[in-house]
């Protein structure tokens, strides 16, 4: 679910060929290694020449003086196969890259990890990611049993079942906080306005994923429809398009709130077609690989929406493909964006499947908006800033939703000075300072 779907093959399969291959030949070289593994023939898999370039400026003796000394010295290096230390290395290869959606697979997660693309899990039913160091929750699936629980987008998990997790990538986690149906997990959580920890029990289950909702609210004596898009599944395009029908059928409705608050993300096509509904022409999202290549991803030009006023709430929850579609209707002035800034999932990866059955899952692009902003670890900032603080007096009340319908009684001119007015009022320090300098008022 976490993943942007993509099509094409990118040359950093090559290069992590390269880099895993590499491990393979010294490992096949070593007269001590284990016998299960076949030998590979370095020069068909193309890697000979960047191991003597490798050789040239590293010391490569030093991999197996560790590795012998803790076969030889570790206390309970019985308890500690070949297979172990071999994957481990891998591992550590990956994790060097200090990217916390770059990770190696085992044989045994490669294959959980494929069932869970197909949509076939168990587990609680939540979006998890990094934010500032530490594991977080970017999004409970509507109605799974984290949402039940009381699990909220931001929550930090500090422990898993009274296991520190502090260092665990998000992978890790999501192994080990997935179990069977009817089976019991505890998270200790930060949460912000709370003053200890909290620990929340869930009962794991089938994963259902929702889709969408959808309604028609009142705004005086006319109507504004009401999109409550979940994910980015397969299907989700084609069901976004019978509510558009709904919309343009409905004589009485003068605009659409499309929310995108905990959504994070799915498929990139998706994505894209979504927003050309609105994005009739020219760029909807760019992806930056890491020679600095840019490669442009154009609208599908539907344009069925491009006319509509429409509001987009995103929150802290908002990730990936829904940071997608707001930056590209936020950029083509397509929507005016209200809530908070998003989570900042903005990379993209590609999953490589090795010859025992182990993967990487590898980042290998970001995402830019198409006026160039970053959406990794940046995420979009809203046009009008609108907390969301849950009131248990009033549990239903929503202020973002509430601030977007009052958006569909104001005119131009009065957006515009809501958007100025709440634009200023969440200038950073360095923002002013640089304005000041530049002499703006």
């Known amino acids: 679910m976490e993943e942007t779907k993509q099509k094409s093959l990118y040359l950093y399969f090559s290069i992590l060929s390269l880099i895993a291959g590499f491990l393979f030949g010294l490992f096949f070289s070593w007269n001590q290694g284990s016998s299960a593994y076949l030998p590979v023939n370095n020069d068909l898999l193309g890697i000979s020449k960047m191991q003597n370039e490798a050789a040239k400026n590293l010391d490569f003796a030093m ?17 500690v196969t070949d297979q172990d230390l071999y994957y481990g290395a891998l591992e550590g290869i990956v994790s060097a890259l200090d990217d916390p959606y770059s990770v190696f697979f085992d044989p045994d997660f490669a294959k959980s990890f494929t069932e869970d693309l197909s949509g076939s899990f168990h587990g609680i039913g939540a979006e998890i990611g990094i934010r500032d160091g530490l594991l977080t929750v970017i999004a ?13 987008s931001g929550d930090r998990i500090f422990k898993v079942n009274g296991e520190e997790a502090y260092s665990w990538s998000t992978d890790k986690a999501i192994k080990n906080i997935r ?55 397969a299907d989700s395009y084609q069901k976004v398009v019978e ?39 020219g760029v909807v999202v760019s992806e930056r690989s890491g020679t600095g290549e840019l490669i442009d991803y154009q609208s599908y030009n539907f344009g069925n929406l491009k006319d509509l006023k429409t509001v987009v ?15 590209a209707l936020q950029a083509h002035k397509k929507a005016v964006i209200v809530g908070q800034t998003s989570f900042g999932k903005g990379s993209v990866q590609n999953l490589n499947d090795l010859a025992d059955g182990s993967s990487i899952k590898l980042t290998v692009a970001k995402w ?11 995420g979009v900032k809203p046009d009008i800033f609108v907390d969301y603080v849950w ?18 009684s104001m005119t131009a001119e009065e957006i515009q000075l809501a958007i100025k007015n709440s634009q200023d009022s969440h200038k950073s320090e360095t923002e002013i300072l640089l304005e000041k300098a530049n002499g703006v008022d």
Do not use: M
């Open 179 to 233: 179990g069977p149906k009817g089976t019991e997990v505890v998270l200790t959580v930060a949460r912000d306005g709370a003053d200890d920890l909290l620990e929340i029990k869930i009962v794991r289950d089938v994963i259902v994923l929702p889709n969408l909702k959808f309604s028609f609210e009142k705004v005086g004596d006319k109507e504004v429809a009401y999109l409550a898009l979940y994910n980015f599944n």
């Open 313 to 327: 709430l995103i929150d802290g929850g908002s990730a990936s493909a829904s940071e997608i579609v707001a930056g």
């Open 391 to 408: 009131d248990k007096n009033n549990p239903d009340k929503d202020p973002q939703l509430e601030e977007a319908l009052k958006l569909f």
């Open 140 to 152: 409970p699936i509507v109605d799974s049993p984290a949402d039940k629980a009381g699990l909220k």
């Open 63 to 79: 991999f197996w003086q560790v590795w012998n000394i803790v076969k030889n010295n570790y206390v309970d290096r019985d308890k």
């Open 368 to 378: 830019l908006t198409p006026d160039g902003k970053n959406i990794d670890k940046e």
């Open 243 to 281: 509510k558009i029908t709904e919309i343009k059928n409905n004589p009485k409705c003068i605009g659409l709130i499309f929310d995108l608050r905990n959504n994070p993300g799915g498929y990139l096509d998706v994505a894209i077609e979504i927003s050309s509904e609105w994005v009739e022409n």
